[in-house]
């Protein structure tokens, strides 16, 4: 019988928690992955209870058991690139951080997931530092969102494209290579509208304003694409290009499901 898939389909690895509603985390990531024909791969590192209204419980994982599904993974398979989502604790990101170091990896997008689109900070202050000080310098591309980057930039209230730009040139100071200042929680014609940053280079990257409230799972599926397109092989600039198109798409086509704020749809092409 033919094998359909071919040998040498690109592997990237998501390391990020579980969203129980499907719509954001290693739900979004994982289908994210198979849109691009990208074989995905995963590190739990917690369960959240969570719906399109909220999230009401999450447990995490033991640092090992996240640990070993690094090493199972990578020991086994060629990952190509990997894209770091949820790691809720101190402990947990020290962990993705020390694993990241000792593979030696480049192709890793951070996606620095601190604060909820509601603006409610999720993590404590030691692990917004760890992620800080720890994991952004491993970083290729670190992606804030709006809410993210004030913290990351000390910058108290984002409202301007300038404000965006000074942003990811502060962020790009902490050690990351590139830096991804997203604008869906901004406002008026700033909706929709990314800041990119390479350390001399600074990008505005905008589609089109989408005029939905089911966004649920965008920051994850933008860094999952980006992490997909690495492993295709693209550039980071046109990773992030192609990865912010794959959005906007995600976007126009997301689903009016629960009671809350719906995800957006992954599988547009098929309908
Ligand atoms: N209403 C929208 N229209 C167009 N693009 C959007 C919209 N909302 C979010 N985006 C895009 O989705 C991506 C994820 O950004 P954002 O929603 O800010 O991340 P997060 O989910 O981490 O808060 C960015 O490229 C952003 O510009
Ligand atoms: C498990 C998990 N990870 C990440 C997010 C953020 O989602 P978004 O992509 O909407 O910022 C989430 N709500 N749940």
Same mark, same amino acid.
């Given at each position: 019988?033919q ?5 040498e ?6 390391? *990020?928690g579980?969203?129980? !509603? ?11 992955f ?9 590190a ?6 969570q %719906?399109t209204?909220?999230?009401? #419980? ?5 640092s ?7 090493e ?10 990997i894209?770091? +989502? ?5 402990d ?5 951080? #020390?694993?990241?170091?000792?593979? +030696? ?12 689109r *509601?603006?409610?900070?999720l ?9 800080? $000080? ?10 804030? %969102?709006r809410y ?11 409202t301007?494209l ?7 040139q ?12 997203? !604008? ?5 014609n ?8 390479? !350390?001399? #280079? ?5 589609t089109e304003?989408?005029?939905?409230? @089911?966004?649920?799972?965008? +920051?994850?599926?933008?860094?999952? *694409? ?5 492993a295709?092989?693209?550039p ?6 192609a990865?912010?198109? $794959? ?11 629960g ?5 957006? +749809? @992954?599988f547009?092409?098929?309908?």
């Open positions: 019988m094998n359909l898939i071919k040998p389909v690109p592997i990237a690895m998501t390391i *990020a579980s969203d129980s !509603g499907g719509g954001a985390g290693i739900q979004a990531d994982l289908r994210t198979a849109f691009h024909r990208v074989h995905g791969t995963c739990v590192t917690c369960v959240t209870a %719906n209204l909220g999230v009401t #419980r999450v447990d995490a994982l033991p090992e058991a996240i640990a070993a599904q690094i199972a993974v990578v020991s086994d398979m060629r990952v190509l690139a894209k770091t +989502g949820m790691l809720l604790s101190q947990i990101i020290k962990t993705v951080a #020390r694993k990241i170091v000792a593979l +030696g990896f480049s192709n890793i997008v951070v996606d620095p997931v601190m604060v909820s *509601a603006g409610v900070q993590l404590d202050n030691d692990a917004i530092n760890t992620i800080k $000080y720890a994991l952004l310098p491993l970083a290729a591309i670190a992606t804030p %969102n993210e980057a004030q913290i990351l930039s000390g910058i108290p209230e984002i301007t300038e404000q965006m730009q000074a942003a990811a502060t962020i790009c100071q902490l050690g990351c290579r590139t830096v991804l200042v997203k !604008g869906g929680g901004m406002t008026g700033l909706r929709g509208v990314d800041v990119w940053f390479d !350390g001399k #280079r600074l990008e505005v990257l905008q304003t989408v005029d939905t409230t @089911h966004t649920h799972g965008t +920051g994850c599926t933008l860094s999952a *694409a980006i992490a997909a397109n690495l295709l092989g693209l980071l600039l046109p990773a992030v290009q990865a912010k198109q $794959y959005v906007t798409q995600a976007l126009k086509h997301s689903l009016a499901i009671q809350g704020q719906g995800p957006v +749809g @992954h547009f092409a098929l309908l």
